[in-house]
Structure formats: C-alpha cells, structure tokens
C-alpha cells in the first residue's frame, strides 16, 4: 500500500515557476513508478509526466516538454514536478500517481492517486 500527498500548488503569474511535491508513505516506494496528472475543470485527466522506480528514465506530454522536470529521492520518498515557464492553459489540479512496474501514460494504470494540489496560473 502506498498513500500520496501533493503539496506545492499555488497561484502564480504566467511565466513564473512552481515546485510540486508528491510525499509518499511505504517502504517500497523505490520499486513504484510515479506520475503527475492534471485535470482542467471540464477536461478530461491529462498525462503530464512519469518517472521509472530508479529514476533512470522520464517521459513528458509534448505540451509541458522543455517546461516542466520531473525527479525523485527515494531516500526521501519523495517525487518532484518542477514546473517553469508556466502559462494559463497550465492551470489544473495536479495529482501524483504510483505504479507497481514501469510507467505509463494511461491513468487506469495507477492503482494509487493522492488527492491533488491546485495550481492557478494567471495571464
């Protein structure tokens, strides 16, 4: 069982910077692949970024590419979006997700969802 917390979410101008952070409980974190999803009011889910169990490997949607970094610390449970450049069509609640194997960026893939952080970004 893994339980996930976002925080970091805020209000920022266009152009400005946010770091997201995705805590997790467990101690088989490092074995769970994790994501970051957002979703717009009336949007579907949208895939933003995942990153393997060691770290080793990333992938990014085409429309945060160059923008956004996605990392994580084992030792502190931990997963990071760092997200710059931001733009108004960033605006969402962003949620992390954990998987069990490798990444995807399909959401019926992960069993495990935190509740999401709020990010708001202003024109």
């Known amino acids: 069982q893994v339980q996930l917390v976002e925080s970091g979410g805020g209000l920022v101008q266009a152009g400005g910077s946010l770091r997201l952070s995705c805590e997790a409980s467990?101690?088989?974190?490092?074995?769970?692949?994790v994501a970051w999803f957002r979703q717009a009011p009336g949007k579907e889910r949208e895939f933003v970024t995942a990153?393997?169990?060691?770290?080793?490997?990333?992938s990014y949607a085409d429309s945060v590419k160059g923008r956004f970094s996605i990392s994580r610390d084992n030792a502190k449970n931990t997963v990071y979006l760092q997200m710059n450049s931001l733009k108004p069509e960033d605006t969402a609640v962003y949620h992390c997700?954990?998987?069990?194997?490798?990444?995807?960026?399909?959401?019926?893939?992960?069993?495990?969802w935190g509740h999401g952080t709020q990010v708001t970004v202003s024109s």
């Open positions: 997700a954990a998987r069990m194997g490798l990444t995807s960026s399909w959401y019926p893939e992960y069993g495990y």
């Open positions: 990153i393997s169990f060691s770290g080793g490997s990333t």
């Open positions: 467990g101690r088989t974190f490092s074995r769970y692949a």
